[in-house]
């Protein structure tokens, strides 16, 4: 778990980047901070591992309070990726992602072990990748490589800054959605910085949306922050999309769906556990407009325009009579 406790940092001309934060990131779960320019979310980010040190307050991780710890220790505990990956010009990509083992004095064999995991693990054949240099990839390979070398001596946290802000919408899907897979399986504690909350709601299990001076807006899950912003400033910064969003993180309410005997031939199937945003997709594939909704093997009911609107209405008034009970 990474605490801080009223952590304050300062810059020239008596600017607050950070003033009196404290925020408690949960053990395994991926902390999204999000605010506009100069907020203080990257401040934020390398104070965890040392890179700026806090003017006051502090910063624990695991219980332990990082300005105790040497920094070059702490960091060896971290991975770290950011937007331009930050890979070393004059190695090969298998050097790369071995540079933290290297510095850990791993045996050869298990640091070439190792390498092999993780390009596998990232989508990047060994044998044809391990010997390229960086400016022989594509710039979705050289992320794919920052986030293999942050991996690499399996560490306990994760520090992303806007790691895949670089590339094409296309390619940053597709590594989103493997940040996501490999996160399910390794559950790291990440930190990930980002300025798109389209990105936030995809990979984030908490978020934490930032004003100035990482000013806490709102912190909570997803689910939340879409159907019950806690102030205007959260609403004005969510954007008219909001309800586009929200449809990516709520699921099917089964209340909400038209009961039959059993399916039509011819509607397309989804699971009860899916989000608004697939089973809205699935029933505007179908001819009727309609997709059939089960539970494992089965039949629940048929989902429509209307449990759309009713699935939205209900998980807006949940999370109100949740915020009423204080939960």
Known sequence: MIRLENVSKHFAAGSNAVRNLTLEIPDGQTCVLI????CGKTTTLRMINRLLDPD???ILVDGVDTHGVDPAALRLK???VIQQTGLFPHMTVGDNVGTVPRLWK???ERIKKRIDELLDLVGLDPAEYRDRYPHQLSGGQRQRVGFARALAADPPVLLMDEPFGAVDRITR???QQEFIGIQRSMRKTVVFVTHDIDEAVVVGDRICLLKMEAQVAQYDTPERILTRPASEYVTEFLGRERLVRRMSVVTIDPKTLEYSEGPTAGEPRV???STLTEAFAAALGSPTERAAVFEGDRFLGTFTATSLLESLRRASAEGGNQVA???
């Open 35 to 38: 605010g506009p320019s100069g």
């Open 56 to 58: 006051s307050g502090r």
């Open 78 to 80: 971290m991975g770290y």
């Open 106 to 108: 791993w045996n050869p």
């Open 173 to 175: 899907e597709r590594l």
């Open 271 to 273: 699971q009860v556990s």
């Open 325 to 327: 009970a204080g939960i």
